[in-house]
């Protein structure tokens, strides 16, 4: 599946637009409380454990949308846009919102 953030693919043509597709991922508070709590794998400012995190659930996010676009018939999605949002729970806790969103097309080479 080919997955581009561009709405057109040079050496492509677009030959079916199946719709918009999306896929998210949600890290939960205690993984932001592991995190904090293993302090000393942060280096020079950042945290290789909470990137690693992030990347995962990037990719989560990915791959459920390209899953939803498979089931639509496409061989692409492009457009493709990511969003980080945090969500506030009612006890304080908070949560990491990952979202993949693009449009699923067909695709075939000129």
């Not at 932001?32 to 690693?52: H, P, T």
């Not at 969003?83 to 919102?97: A, R």
Request: one cysteine or more.
């Amino acid at each position: 599946m080919l997955v581009v953030t561009a709405h057109t693919l040079e050496g492509w043509r677009i030959r079916q637009y199946h719709g918009l597709v999306s896929g998210e991922a949600i890290l939960g508070a205690n993984i932001f409380k592991d995190f904090f709590a293993g302090i000393r794998d942060i280096v020079g400012g950042r945290s290789a454990a909470y990137e690693n995190e992030l990347r995962k659930a990037k990719q989560l996010a990915i791959d459920e949308m390209c899953e939803e676009a498979r089931a639509m018939g496409a061989n692409a999605v492009i457009g493709v846009d990511l969003d980080y949002e945090t969500i506030q729970g009612s006890h304080g806790g908070g949560m990491l919102m990952v979202t993949a969103a693009g449009t699923a097309v067909t695709i075939m080479q000129d």
